[in-house]
């Protein structure tokens, strides 16, 4: 039997240093199929920091694009509050 192409993973390759930090990656990465846009992220973590919007409000607006229904909203509001009070203690 050959093993299916899900088993295998290059990594990430290419200029790294050209992707967003590693929190924002968390929330881009859960569409399959790349539709999340990071600046998308950074204004649902800033909107849910300055009181704005719930984390389901912005976890709505950010899941918006994926269009494959992959975007896991309960994930990502833990993520957004998570990242939003990071800023909040900044």
Not at 19 to 29: S, V, W
Not at 41 to 69: D, H, L, Q
Request: charged share 25%.
């Amino acid at each position: 039997m050959k093993p299916h192409t899900i088993n295998l993973s290059l990594g990430i390759i290419g200029k790294t240093e050209l992707l967003p930090e590693e929190g924002i990656l968390e929330l881009t990465t859960m569409c399959g199929h790349a539709l999340i846009s990071a600046a998308l992220v950074r204004k649902g973590i800033r909107e849910v920091a300055c009181g704005e919007k719930t984390p389901r409000e912005a976890s709505n607006m950010v899941g918006k694009p994926c269009v494959c229904g992959i975007y896991n909203l309960d994930r990502s509001d833990r993520l957004l509050s998570r990242r939003a009070t990071e800023v909040e203690q900044r």
